[in-house]
């Protein structure tokens, strides 16, 4: 594969995450609510059943 086209995959993948964990720090609990996503995930929760645990 071509080398710019990993770099560009990582930095897009990464901007992604920097404004996921920003918008979920953001909110009321958002720290808690952040731990509880990837406790759940972790654990093996699918992430379209994450909302449901996390009372997100």
């Known amino acids: 594969m071509n080398k710019d086209l990993i770099k560009g ?3 897009l993948a990464g901007v992604v995450l ?3 964990v ?6 009321d ?5 952040l731990g509880c996503v990837f ?3 972790s654990h ?9 645990v ?3």
Do not use: E, P, Q
């Open 9 to 11: 995959t990582l930095i």
């Open 18 to 20: 920097a404004l996921f």
């Open 22 to 27: 920003g918008a979920v720090a953001a909110t």
């Open 29 to 33: 609990h958002g720290v808690d609510k």
């Open 39 to 41: 406790r759940a995930l």
């Open 44 to 52: 093996g929760i699918a992430l379209s059943n994450v909302h449901a």
């Open 54 to 56: 996390c009372g997100l």
